[in-house]
């Protein structure tokens, strides 16, 4: 088993409104089956799986890039999107927020007798993630959010998140079944958030001491136990500053959008006569499906894609955001038919912005460059969640369990494990 890291984010309260949770479910659905006619179940998987990844996804899909939301509202989206092609796709989204994750063994054993695999050991794999988690790891995080992404073959991924409420953090963590181990055999790859000062850890390397009292008592402890740290830290605050995106890299989706030797070139390799503002939403958006794991050390650089629900950095271009759904989901439709052109000038276009960056080094100007985003919103149907035509509408959703999420949980009682009773 490999457990890939996790990430502490910054707890927001708020829900994400709907006329923002419907089409994260449409792009998210379009950037996944993408992935998955290119790479793969594994590749997605693996992806999903990446805490620096994850974080990308979610900011090209309107997402502020850093806070806890972003977790409970992308497995949300991806769950809703999905669902309706999960037979077609082989790919399951089992669990969610709250009691939510109490549903995951029912799901599971559903997916399981649907494609023959084996039901009662993906309940326990889901049961023993969250244990290790939420119990294994004294960190002071209590879980709130478990889902399970289940793939046809057996192949699987798991996103939880854990609150402190102390520090007012959230802890994501991320699970992948790419190396099938003993569960306190070298568990987790990275462990990586803020220091909690002294934490008691019983699947890590020193614990060797404690492995041995509890053989005494209950005969039965780890064959072996391995950590290895590795660093992913959100910072605190909340809107996206020049120095969490690399300005050499942005630059080159800006060259591409708006100069017209660049723009002209990039429509003709994705088949399409499109704007300079689609043009740099899609950019990103095939960074996202075809990018390199290193390529994603900076997820605040995808929010300029469709921007975020609490303008930062700018208000999300609704009318861009309906477009570039539409540009993905026509190439996609286009290589079922086996036309794949469109679809494969995704990649092109990734490849592409990647050369402008390696030759030209054209880097942004941070400042120019949000201060541009925020004049052209109106032009392009920008909204966020402070405009207040959904105020009525989302009060009464936070009420029922809707598609958006309400980023500060119900803690547990005391003593109380808040997943699986």
């Known amino acids: 088993m490999k457990r890939s890291g996790f990430a502490d984010l910054p707890l ?12 994260m479910a449409k792009l998210g659905a379009a950037v996944v089956e993408a992935i998955l006619v290119h790479y793969g179940h594994a590749e997605f998987l693996s992806r999903i799986a990446d805490p620096f990844w994850f974080q990308a996804l979610g900011a090209v899909m309107g997402m502020d890039w850093h806070s806890s939301g972003i977790t409970t509202s992308v497995m949300n989206a991806l769950k809703r999107g ?30 399981a007798e649907r494609r023959s695999l084996d039901g009662d050991a993906l309940v326990q794999t889901s049961r023993l993630t969250a244990r290790i988690d939420n119990n294994a790891i004294a960190d002071s995080f209590q879980l709130y959010l478990h889902t399970f992404v289940l793939c046809s073959d057996g192949e699987w991924a798991v996103v939880q998140q854990g609150m402190n409420e102390a520090t007012g953090m959230a802890r994501r963590y991320h699970w992948h079944s790419a190396a099938v181990r003993d569960f306190t055999s070298a568990p987790h790859t990275g462990i990586v958030g803020e220091p909690q000062g002294m934490i008691m850890n019983l699947v890590d390397a020193a614990a060797g001491e404690a492995h041995q009292a509890m053989l005494a008592i209950v005969k039965d402890a780890p064959d072996k136990t391995v950590g290895e740290a590795r660093r992913l830290l959100m910072p605190r605050h909340h809107e996206v500053r020049a120095g969490d ?14 100069e017209r030797d660049f723009r002209d070139f990039a429509s003709l390799l994705l088949l399409e006569t499109l704007g300079p503002r689609t043009l740099q939403t899609l ?23 469709l921007g975020g629900k609490d303008r930062h950095p700018f208000p999300v271009p609704l009318k861009t955001y309906d ?6 989901r026509r190439a996609l439709d286009a290589a079922k038919v086996g036309d794949g052109e469109k679809l494969e000038g ?29 004049a052209v919103s109106k032009r392009y149907g920008g909204r966020t969640v402070f405009d207040g035509a959904d105020d009525a509408r989302n009060a009464r959703a936070s009420e029922a369990a809707g598609p958006g999420t309400a980023e500060k949980p119900r803690p547990a009682r ?7 009773g």
């Open 12 to 23: 927001h309260r708020g829900r994400v409104p709907h006329w923002l949770a419907d089409r």
């Open 323 to 328: 477009e570039s759904v539409s540009v993905l």
């Open 245 to 258: 995106v690399d300005l050499k890299r942005l630059g080159a989706v800006l060259a591409l959008a708006y």
């Open 82 to 111: 999905l669902a309706p092609r999960a037979e077609e796709l082989g790919v399951y989204i089992c669990g969610g927020r709250g009691n939510r994750s109490r549903n995951t063994p029912a799901e599971l054993l559903r997916v």
């Open 283 to 305: 950019a990103l958006v095939a960074e996202v499906v075809h990018g390199a794991p290193t390529r994603f050390s900076d997820p605040a650089r995808h929010s300029f894609a």
């Open 346 to 374: 995704f990649r092109r276009l990734e490849r592409f912005a990647r050369r402008i960056e390696e030759r030209c080094d054209p880097r942004a100007d941070f400042a120019a460059t949000v201060a541009h985003e925020f």
């Open 414 to 420: 005391k003593g109380q494990m808040p997943l699986f």
